[in-house]
């Protein structure tokens, strides 16, 4: 049974930092691009950032460009992402997500496991 399973969300001052993490089980994690996504209340999910299966290419919505880094250790089965300079607009419930697919990491329908997600709220 595959698990994607978040942590590390919470509550911080907007210019603030935090760290996603996301821990994979029953699935061989290198198979699979890795990637974040999120959804703010009244909103649509929408892409954060991906990195892919073996080299390591990471994207961004260009909203997060710069503040973000997604990075992944594959000895751990983990995906990451390094979340600084946060906006109230950052605030939403961040998921992660597994793609077997080696394109189109912006589209969650190429997305086949998700995780139950996490909330980040930024404050003002």
């Known amino acids: 049974q595959v698990q994607l399973v978040e942590s590390g969300g919470g509550l911080v001052q907007a210019g603030g930092s935090l760290r996603l993490s996301c821990a994979a089980s029953?699935?061989?994690?290198?198979?699979?691009?890795m990637g974040w996504f999120r959804q703010a209340p009244g909103k649509e999910r929408e892409f954060v950032a991906a990195i892919s299966r073996s080299y390591g290419g990471t994207y961004y919505a260009d909203s997060v460009k710069g503040r973000f880094a997604i990075s992944r250790d594959n000895t751990k089965n983990t995906v990451y992402i390094q979340m600084n300079s946060l906006k109230p607009e950052d605030t939403a419930v961040y998921y992660c997500a597994a793609s077997y697919f080696r394109s189109d990491y912006d589209q969650s329908q190429k997305y086949v496991y998700w995780g139950q997600g996490t909330q980040v709220t930024v404050s003002s």
């Open positions: 029953g699935l061989t994690f290198t198979n699979y691009a």
